[in-house]
């Protein structure tokens, strides 16, 4: 260990620490608008630079080592006046029209500066309007980039997408993609991981807001929500609410109030997907179908492989998502049941994930004409039009969600978490496989954050081979160890994002980049308490999902749930 005094406190840290790591150790806070721990260290913003007694000049504090006995000062008046300098000289070059910004109350640059007192800033760089990216579901805006470079190591290290980079040089610096293109025109999987870790306004999901509020002023249509696993614990943190909270009760009533004709839930299609994948992936092991079977419900995950592993479309499971099928559900059997037309249901989802907003466009899951989702939404958007709606959200009492398909299990619930989409499915398998009603259902082996999960099940005579990866990274390096014939599955959960739906690219904004892996974990217990305080924990055990069956759709697998449930994705 290495001993130092910084603002006058020893701190002991080991000798690879940085000097920022040793302050944050110390609870001293050092400003940063680029850093991220293990991921991005560029040292690019310079905000961080700190004082150290006896050196010359100031150090960036994100990348000094730390030396035994020296002395640190973090806010001496040469670092509180050579911050500001920079920070003026970044506000100078930033389109500073934070009123009408969408992270106006909720940017890292915004809050430093209000922080660092700056005053007048004497120049504005002209704004780059022209550059604004809004075609698809992640919009980008330049004139915002402060070139942080964190968007460019996610979407590089964690994502292995590489849709964004920097080009050029000095002034003419800038983020963009390969020619300048829109960002949908080439590989970005619309993951919306980049959005999260903006310090700024550059880049945030496209609002689709004022669909959902035509849609609920236009007496002509039944307008219908879900809301996905992820968003009912994650909902509350846009009310200042603790994070992990348990917003479902208050989330119902909101979404009552804002008009909606019918508050569902994507738990209940997230049962109904257990139902048609474990029956596909039973039917793939006894008939010599293709393996691994392969998770279908991430759109981020499905782009990827269509891009980068092409050679495993034949592996994805046919089952549409949870999200579209609710909304085949929703414009076939709920019309039929409530005597309306299907062409006036109008069904809007509520989902952690920007990607959703691609899924919901794509013309694979189109049925009958019919488009299963007619909008998207994320957790973020629906926080805003609770706010718009004057909802006074942490005051609401609880409601349940409606019936017929507003039920969900404990299964469906910790679809939200990674390694949940397979803990729902082998609860349903085993008890399909042993006709037993097992009891012993928590598979603790799949759950966790690691990158990568394999675990094996033994399920009556059967040793079932599982894998579970979280981040397009981790599934790269998983699918490249099936291509070399290094492994062999049964099954295998992806999820486009690292922890799952709870950290996806429509979840609230992390404003303390230190506190990510904490919010994951918090986020994550939220999800599994759920599970665990629901009486039904398997989806077989859905009601209203064996009605669904008994009255519409036969059982799992049949002709008339293939018709609308599933799909088949072709390169
Ligand atoms: Fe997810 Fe889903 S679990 S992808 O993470 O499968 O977005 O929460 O809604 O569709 O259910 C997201 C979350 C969903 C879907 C479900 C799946
Ligand atoms: Fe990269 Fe995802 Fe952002 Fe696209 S949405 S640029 S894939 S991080």
């Not at 997408?161 to 000095?170: K, L, Q, S």
Request: hydrophobic share 35%; aromatic share 6%; proline share 4%.
């Amino acid at each position: 260990n290495v001993t130092l005094k910084i603002d006058g406190i020893e701190v002991s840290v080991p000798k690879d620490y940085t000097i920022l790591q040793a302050a944050r150790q110390a609870n001293i806070e050092i400003p940063t608008l680029c850093y991220l721990q293990g991921l991005n260290e560029p040292a690019s913003c310079r905000i961080c630079v700190v004082e150290v007694e006896g050196w010359r000049g100031l150090q960036p504090a994100c990348v000094t080592k730390v030396v035994e006995g020296i002395v640190v000062k973090t806010a001496s008046k040469v670092v509180r006046e050579t911050r500001k300098g920079i920070l003026e000289l970044i506000l100078a070059n930033h389109n500073r029209e934070c009123l009408s910004c969408t992270r106006n109350q909720n940017c890292e640059l915004q809050k430093m500066s209000e922080e660092m007192g700056v005053g007048e800033v004497y120049y504005q760089k002209k704004a780059a309007r022209a550059a604004m990216d809004k075609t698809g579901p992640v919009v980008r805006d330049t004139s915002k980039c402060v070139l942080c470079g964190r968007c460019v190591s996610v979407c590089s290290s964690v994502q292995n997408v590489d849709a964004i980079d920097f080009a050029h040089r000095g002034p003419q610096t800038s983020v963009t993609t390969p020619y300048e293109e829109k960002l949908t025109a080439r590989n970005c999987i619309n993951c919306g991981q980049c959005i999260k870790v903006c310090p700024v306004g550059a880049l945030s999901e496209r609002d689709d807001t004022d669909l959902v509020w035509a849609a609920l002023e236009n007496s002509e249509l039944n307008v219908v929500v879900q809301t996905a696993p992820a968003v009912r614990i994650a909902l509350g943190e846009e009310f200042g609410l603790p994070v992990g909270t348990d917003v479902e009760g208050k989330m119902v009533t909101a979404l009552k109030k804002l008009g909606f004709d019918k508050v569902f839930d994507t738990n209940f299609s997230a049962d109904l997907t257990i139902m048609e994948e474990g029956t596909e992936l039973i039917s793939r092991i006894n008939n010599g179908g293709k393996l691994p079977l392969i998770t279908s419900c991430s759109p981020g995950w499905i782009k990827f492989c269509e891009h980068k592993y092409p050679d495993f479309l034949d592996n994805l499971s046919s089952c549409k998502s949870p999200q579209q099928m609710f909304g085949a559900v929703a414009k076939s059997y709920y019309p039929e049941k409530a005597g309306i037309d299907p062409k006036k249901v109008f069904v809007v989802s509520v989902m952690p994930c920007t990607a959703k907003k691609y899924e919901a466009d794509r013309e694979e899951l189109v049925v009958d004409e019919l488009k299963d989702i007619d909008v998207a939404i994320t957790t973020r958007e629906l926080a805003k039009m609770i706010k718009q709606a004057g909802i006074q959200f942490t005051d609401l009492a609880d409601s349940k969600a409606d019936s017929m398909m507003g039920e969900g299990t404990g299964a469906a619930v910790i679809f939200a978490n990674t390694g949940g989409v397979m803990e729902a499915a082998i609860r349903t398998v085993a008890d399909i496989l042993t006709g037993e009603d097992l009891k012993d259902i928590d598979y603790i082996a799949v759950r966790g954050q690691e990158g990568i999960k394999e675990a094996s099940v033994n399920i009556g005579d059967l040793e079932l081979k599982v894998a579970v990866a979280n981040s397009t990274g981790a599934a790269s390096k998983l699918l490249d160890k099936i291509r070399a014939g290094e492994s062999t599955y049964h099954f295998i959960e992806i999820m486009g994002c690292a922890g799952g739906c709870i950290n996806g690219g429509g979840q609230p904004i992390i404003m303390d980049k230190s506190k990510t892996e904490e919010v994951k974990q918090l986020r994550t217990a939220g999800i599994y308490n759920k599970d665990k305080n629901n009486p039904k924990r398997k989806s077989h055990k859905n009601e209203e999902i064996q009605k669904l069956y008994a009255e519409y759709l036969d059982k799992p697998g049949s002709h008339k749930a293939h018709h609308i449930l599933h799909t088949h994705y072709v390169n």
